[in-house]
C-alpha cells in the first residue's frame, strides 16, 4: 500500500502568487497516482485540483486546505495525506519589490513628494543628489489620514539627479488593499524630460476598503511607470 504521507508547503502565500505543496513521503519507485484535493471552505467541501503529481503547483485567493489521495496501480489500495492549511498573508507584506525601482544612482529620481488636504499629510524630499536610489525606497514611516470620499492634491516633483532624460512618472493608492497597484487606482502620471512636478487632484472612492494601505510613486525613465 502506498506509504502514510503529510502534505509540505508555505503556511501562508500572497493571492494570485504560484507555489508548490509536496508530500513528506513521497513514493520513490513508480506505480503511484496521485490526485490533489482543495477546499475553499475550511474543509467542509473539498474538490480535485491538479495533475496526476507528487507535488501540486497552484495558487489562492483565499484560505485553502489541501490533502493528496496516493493510490497504488497493481492493488488499487489509495492512501490519504493529512490536510494541510495555506492562509494568506497580509497584502503588506504582497507588494512587488523585486526588479521594481532604478538600477542605477544616476539620473532620473523623485526628488520630492507632497500631500495636502489631509491629518498627518506627507511632505517628503529626497536628501541625497547627486547619489540617486536603487531598487524601492522604503517610506512607509510617512502617513495620513484619507477618507472615504475625500478630496486631496499630491504634489511630485520627478526630476532628475544627473542628465535630464525621457520618462514618465505614476502615483497608485491601493484602494482595495489586495497587494497590487491596478490601473484603476491610478491617481495620475506625468511626462517629459524629466516629467517635472506633476500636481495630481484625486477623490478617494466611497467604496475604498478602511484601514492602513500603501501608495507607490514611482518615474520609470525612458518609458512609462
Do not use: K
Request: hydrophobic share 30%.
Amino acid at each position: 500500500s502506498p506509504p502514510a504521507n503529510s502534505v509540505t508547503g508555505p503556511a501562508s502565500v500572497c493571492g494570485g502568487v504560484n507555489f508548490t505543496l509536496g508530500l513528506q513521503n513521497p513514493p520513490t519507485e513508480s506505480g503511484y497516482s496521485y490526485q490533489w484535493y482543495v477546499s475553499t471552505d475550511g474543509g467542509a467541501t473539498y474538490n480535485p485540483t491538479g495533475g496526476n503529481s507528487a507535488t501540486l503547483s497552484t495558487s489562492q485567493t483565499s484560505a485553502s486546505v489541501y490533502y493528496c489521495d496516493i493510490t497504488c496501480t497493481n492493488s488499487s489500495q489509495t492512501t490519504t495525506s493529512s490536510t494541510w492549511t495555506v492562509n494568506m498573508s497580509s497584502f503588506l507584506s504582497c507588494y512587488c519589490t523585486a526588479g521594481v525601482g532604478p538600477t542605477s544612482p544616476a539620473d532620473s529620481q523623485v526628488e520630492s513628494v507632497q500631500l495636502t488636504g489631509a491629518p498627518g499629510s506627507i511632505n517628503y524630499t529626497f536628501p541625497s543628489c547627486p547619489t540617486g536610489v536603487l531598487g524601492v525606497q522604503d517610506l512607509t514611516a510617512l502617513t495620513a489620514d484619507l477618507v472615504q470620499g475625500g478630496m486631496y492634491t499630491i504634489s511630485v516633483d520627478f526630476g532628475t539627479c544627473g542628465g535630464n532624460y525621457n520618462g514618465t512618472g505614476e502615483v497608485w493608492i491601493d484602494y482595495d488593499q489586495d497587494g497590487l497597484f491596478e490601473a484603476g487606482e491610478s491617481l495620475g502620471t506625468q511626462s517629459g524630460a524629466p516629467p517635472g512636478v506633476a500636481n495630481l487632484n484625486f477623490t478617494v472612492p466611497v467604496t475604498a476598503t478602511l484601514g492602513i494601505t500603501r501608495m507607490r510613486v514611482m518615474q520609470q525613465e525612458s518609458g512609462v511607470a
